[in-house]
T-cell receptor
Framework: AQSVTQLDSQVPVFEEAPVELRCNYS??????LFWYVQYPNQGLQLLLK??????LVKGINGFEAEFNKSQTSFHLRKPSVHISDTAEYFC?????????FGAGTRLTVKP | ETGVTQSPTHLIKTRGQQVTLRCSSQ?????VSWYQQALGQGPQFIFQ???????GRGNFPPRFSGLQFPNYSSELNVNALELDDSALYLC?????????????FGPGTRLTVT
């Protein structure tokens, strides 16, 4: 069965600093990996996805993630965060139609 | 292009009642998935419908049921509501029922059970 572990429930960071949100997954088959962002009182918006090919995936808003099969990780990174990046971030894995989400990481960007 | 819409936005029900939530998928999408997101948690997969047939189900009891219509819109029905059913219910549509398709989420319906 597939599952996702987000290693940090909260990540506080100062504006313009780099950030990494960690995600580990488990699955018995090849997987598709996703990062979503959720702003308060809104649905989820896709940041980026890994389906196959290059292990470095670039997404919207300057985010990128690297798929590491040997470490079963898909960490999300941004070199310089903005106040507007404050939100909840979810890592998700899918090997069929159902998508399994992690518990989320609350990113708070401070001025 | 119209995105995924859900109705109602908020709903308050009493324990034991029944509720129906509705979702209109994005234009051209034939697959709808439903998720339950409890406060402070990640979304949990309830079930998926692909071309009007159930295409997978998560660990939810049978009192959670659904429908998909020929226009690919969908309903989520919950019978015998319990307090723990209070959550944000998210609908997502996609072009297909397998894992590689991006899911587009609606804004959700906030259900409160008292």
């Amino acid at each position: 069965a597939q599952s996702v572990t987000q290693l940090d429930s909260q990540v506080p960071v100062f504006e313009e600093a780099p950030v990494e949100l960690r995600c580990n997954y488990s699955s018995s088959v090849s997987v598709y990996l996703f990062w979503y962002v959720q702003y308060p009182n809104q649905g989820l918006q896709l940041l980026l996805k890994y389906l196959s090919g290059s292990t470095l995936v670039k997404g919207i808003n300057g985010f990128e993630a690297e798929f590491n099969k040997s470490q079963t990780s898909f960490h999300l990174r941004k070199p310089s965060v903005h106040i507007s990046d404050t939100a909840e971030y979810f890592c998700a894995v899918s090997d069929r139609g159902d998508m399994r989400f992690g518990a989320g990481t609350r990113l708070t960007v401070k001025p | 292009e119209t995105g995924v819409t859900q109705s109602p936005t908020h709903l308050i029900k009493t324990r034991g009642q029944q509720v129906t939530l509705r979702c209109s998928s994005q234009s051209g999408h034939n697959t709808v998935s439903w998720y339950q997101q409890a406060l402070g948690q990640g979304p949990q997969f309830i079930f998926q419908y692909y071309r009007e047939e159930e295409n997978g189900r998560g660990n939810f009891p049978p009192r959670f049921s659904g429908l998909q219509f020929p226009n690919y819109s969908s309903e989520l029905n919950v019978n015998a509501l319990e307090l723990d059913d209070s959550a944000l219910y998210l609908c997502a549509s996609s072009l297909g029922g397998t894992g590689g398709y991006e899911q587009y989420f609606g804004p959700g319906t906030r259900l409160t059970v008292t």
